[in-house]
């Protein structure tokens, strides 16, 4: 086995190693498991972090491929439980699978801190779907198990089937508890190809031969993974290798692109190559148009707008989809007007060149799973997203109107700010998809309101999102009912103002308009809004930031910082203020912003209307400068910063009743 580079897989594996424990009735000691050690059995403490709840002892995979139909991988887990959370934690386990895979000769049993065994029986163990969003459905064998006690040591084993698989996959040694030792043995198919591996994150650990054809890689005293807020993604930071087959293996990764970019653009000719079709309607489309951003605009609408794109669109039948995959040509697409995303980009490369630009398939990588690295030589794992590259001038410009919610002038967040692979028969065109500024993703909130006498505050509201903010709405509300879409807004209103905020109406607009900000509107009553104290009413003026946290709490940081994209908040509110009152205390936040103005933070708060009316004005943004990774080692100044605007966000105002009927108490 040869220690190669990183591939991602369009043909995703889903191969899932899930913790599972079950109990039973004592039984024979079954020969197929190994010994316990009593050193094993009477241990009290974890070895690989202390104070940890639970902790495997060996956790070992043999993945096995040498068969030509199948893959098949087989999993065995010895688990020490130390405290009642991590019985807890383990009482119910799941093993997932996804469609293609099997879960076949499931075992498990406990031991007991006496010594006492065991096993699971067959009908204990139910089968249920754990997920299921945008046709992809996960399921799970699950089996809970009562009889569980802490100082019990759980193992589990079963087979994986993949049928027509390959391993061609990710090993992940980090999971979310600590582990003594894991390893992976591979066995490889005997062909025509080589088996090849990119290691991630796992140190000096390496393949090494063993008996049966197989190969073992081993990591010792592996800690537990665990999530930060706004970390980078999980590939980037977990320990895992990636296994994949090469016929013959690059010596020079700038070689190895040259070669992909030369078989991108020779395959993109017919595609992109305008029939007399995409050229009439082409010329028909941009009569008019008088410069170059306008005539893209209007192709890039066009697409969008007039082509159905089935991978986004509501009521898409089977008919469409068996339409759609019949399509060999953008000329096709243009008849149909409907189409897959990868045909809608087509279709916009073709009416590119129909209008006289120089258009290209580009590829890049995705933020939200693996940086870009161009010493890595392979392709599916570097680079798993498309774009159409247009040269506008002297530079090129990136447009995917395939990704149905993001806006003119911009690309997912996911590939901006990202190395793009611009296809060519002769050179190696490297290109970087420019960041989005703050401004392009903006969450803005405005309402009127009026703040009662006894604090209760009534009102109606407006929020909306723009850019990489109503694309994230967008694609989490789009297959959502209506019902599930309200519980969204009450669970936003009540964990950003108060729990007790009553919706009395709402509207919801835009869900599925790819352009148009996506938007709440909503009537709302907040009883106890503000607190009052004898005469006086204490309330705070940013009404959707009320109840608002700190970004960040813990003291200390493994990973680095990461935000997703530069993004920009505007509020703007007017609260009529309670007959009798009158501010007393009204400074307003100073502003924040640090040294390179990579965040900034800005109030301003009048009264009008005699007193009797307060304007609430608040801008807000960060990422500035395409400022989005800060090290570890810098987090306590990303800490303190955020601190800062949070404490402006909650500011609190108070008025004092001068009423001649207010309250004596002060």
């Known amino acids: 086995m040869t220690h190669r580079s990183p591939e991602r897989l369009f043909c995703h594996l889903f191969a899932i190693v899930c913790f599972v424990v079950f109990p039973a009735i004592l039984a024979g000691q079954d020969k ?15 070895v690989v972090e202390q104070g940890a709840d639970a902790e495997a002892l060996f956790w070992e995979v043999r993945v096995d491929d040498s068969q030509a139909d199948q893959l098949s991988l087989r999993h ?3 688990i020490k439980i130390f405290t009642e959370r991590g019985r807890e934690d383990f009482a119910r386990h799941d093993v997932a699978f996804t469609k293609g895979t099997k ?59 993949i049928e027509d698989g390959s391993a061609n996959m990710r090993l992940v040694f980090q999971r979310e508890i600590p582990i003594r030792n894991i390893s992976y043995f591979v066995k490889p198919f005997s062909g025509t190809m080589g088996m090849a591996y990119q290691p991630f994150n796992v140190g000096n650990t390496k393949f090494e031969k063993e008996k049966d054809g197989f190969f073992r890689a081993t990591m010792l005293n592996v800690p537990a993974f665990r999530e930060e807020p706004s970390m980078l993604p999980e590939d980037e930071v977990k320990s895992w290798i990636y296994i994949y087959y090469v016929r013959e293996y690059p010596k020079n990764p700038d070689d190895y692109w040259k070669t992909i970019s030369k078989n991108a653009f020779e395959a993109a000719k017919s595609s992109f190559k305008p029939s007399a079709e995409v050229k009439q309607a082409t010329d028909t489309l941009l009569a008019g148009a008088a410069t170059d951003d306008e005539k893209l605009r209007r192709i890039y609408q066009f697409t969008k707008t007039e082509i159905k794109n089935t991978t986004y669109a509501e009521n898409v039948t089977e008919e469409d989809r068996k339409k759609v995959r019949s399509a060999k040509s953008a000329s096709d697409t243009l008849k149909l007007k409907m189409a897959s995303a990868g045909d809608v980009d087509q279709l916009f490369g073709a009416m590119a060149r129909a209008a006289g630009f120089d258009a290209r398939i580009a590829f890049s990588g995705s933020r939200n799973e693996l940086f870009f690295d161009r010493k890595i030589p392979i392709v599916r794992l570097m680079l798993n997203s498309s774009s159409v590259a247009v040269k506008v ?12 919610f993001v806006p003119y ?21 490297w290109k970087q998809i420019p960041l989005s500024a703050a401004d392009r993703s903006m969450e803005k909130r405005t309402g ?25 709405q967008k694609m989490s509300s789009r297959e959502d009912s209506p019902a599930e879409r309200e519980t969204t807004l009450k669970n936003i209103l009540r964990s950003t103002i108060l729990g007790t905020t009553e919706i009395e109406s709402f509207t919801i607009e835009n869900v599925n308009d790819p352009e148009k900000p996506f938007v709440y509107t909503f ?23 009320r109840s608002a946290q700190p970004r960040f709490t813990a003291n200390a940081r493994k990973y680095d910082v990461y935000i997703s994209y530069p993004y920009s908040e505007v509020d703007e509110f007017t609260i009529d203020l309670p007959a009798g009152f009158s501010l007393e205390a009204g400074e307003v936040p100073a502003p924040i912003k640090d040294p390179q103005g990579i965040g900034s933070h800005e109030t301003n708060i009048t009264v009008e209307n005699q007193g009797r009316l307060l304007r609430y004005k608040r801008n807000f943004s960060f990422g500035n400068g395409g400022f989005l990774r800060f090290p570890a080692q810098s987090y306590s100044a990303v800490k303190n910063l955020f601190e800062l605007f949070n404490r402006a966000d909650v500011h609190q105002l108070t008025l004092r009743d001068g009423s001649a009927g207010g309250t004596n108490n002060e």
């Open 448 to 472: 009127k309101f009026t703040l009662q006498p006894d604090g209760t505050l009534v009102g109606e509201g407006r929020i909306e999102y723009t850019g990489h903010r109503a694309f994230a």
């Open 103 to 161: 879960i076949r000769d499931l075992e498990a049993r406990v031991t007991t801190p006496s010594g006492a065994v065991s096993y699971v029986k067959k009908e204990d163990v139910l089968e249920r779907d754990v997920l299921k969003v945008s046709g992809f459905k996960v399921r799970a064998k699950t089996v809970a198990f009562p009889s569980l006690e802490v100082g019990s040591i759980i193992e589990y084993k079963y087979r994986e089937v």
């Open 523 to 545: 009537k709302v009553k907040v009883p106890g809004y503000a607190s009052r104290t004898g005469r006086r009413l204490f309330f705070q003026p940013n009404i959707l930031k």
């Open 409 to 429: 002038g911009m690309m997912s967040w996911i590939e901006e700010d990202q190395l793009a692979l611009i296809s060519d028969p002769k050179e190696l065109i």
């Open 76 to 78: 065995y887990v010895r």
């Open 393 to 404: 001038g002297e530079d090129w410009r990136f447009f995917s109107p395939a990704s149905y």
């Open 32 to 46: 197929d498991w190994r010994p316990i050690a009593p050193q094993e059995l009477s241990a009290s403490t974890a």
